[in-house]
């Protein structure tokens, strides 16, 4: 079975610097998603971006960007000129490609934005 | 993005009683939902996977005669929780997905609390 595994538990920023959140998972399949969704305090899950595995390319929105590592099996997320709407928690998550199309979640990184 | 709207977003019920809780796509047919369960500052659970007009998946450990999951259309995928008690208080959550390998949209949630 897949696992996500987020290391941080809390995270904090400056307004305006950048933040890493870590991000590893475990598989023995070759075709997957990966995800970091947010989810602020109202608890809409919120999808941040998203990287297919097949893609070398690291997948960027606006100030998201990862860090997509497939041998390690490491996917970080980079919040660049970090502002105070970026708080909540934020879950890294996998999906296979194929089969069942869930999504395993790691356990969260609550991120705080100081001003 | 597609819309998946939740209800209701908070219940309070005795304890021996049934709960039912909506999750309808507003504007997008959901082959896929899914239901979540989140314990505060925790990550997501899976509970269970619906496919439209077929029987749900349940996920190890969670008990389908106490968590009932229907899914008779395209857009409405029901829980019911049945003889609620205490420990079933928690933050649910559905998700609906169009198809395969395509995004999924996740409802507003809905806090239930057993009292």
């Known amino acids: 079975a897949q696992t996500v595994t987020q290391s941080q538990p809390e995270m904090s920023v400056q307004e305006a610097e950048t933040v890493t959140l870590s991000c590893t998972y475990d598989t023995s399949e070759s075709d997957y998603y990966l995800f970091w969704y947010k989810q602020p305090p109202s608890r809409q899950m919120i999808l941040v971006i998203r990287q297919e595995a097949y893609k070398q390319q690291n997948a960027t929105e606006n100030r998201f960007s990862v860090n997509f590592q497939k041998a390690a099996k490491s996917f970080s997320l980079k919040i660049s000129d970090s502002q105070l709407g970026d708080a909540a928690m934020y879950f890294c998550?996998?999906?296979?490609?194929?089969?069942?199309?869930?999504?395993?979640f790691g356990q969260g990184t609550r991120l705080t934005i100081n001003p | 993005g597609a819309v998946v709207s939740q209800h209701p977003s908070r219940v309070i019920c005795k304890s021996g009683t049934s709960v039912k809780i909506e999750c309808r796509s507003l504007?997008?047919?959901?082959?896929?939902m899914f239901w979540y369960r989140q314990f505060p500052k925790q990550s997501l659970m899976l509970m269970a996977t619906s496919n439209e007009g077929s029987k749900a998946t349940y996920e190890q450990g969670v008990e389908k005669d106490k968590f009932l999951i229907n899914h008779a259309s395209l857009t409405l995928s029901t829980l019911t929780v049945t003889s609620a008690h205490p420990e079933d208080s928690s933050f649910y959550i559905c998700?609906?997905?169009?198809?395969?390998?395509?995004?999924?949209?996740f409802g507003q949630g809905t806090r239930l609390t057993v009292v």
């Open positions: 998700s609906a997905m169009t198809g395969a390998n395509t995004e999924a949209f």
């Open positions: 504007d997008f047919q959901a082959t896929t």
């Open positions: 998550a996998y999906r296979s490609a194929q089969g069942a199309q869930k999504l395993v």
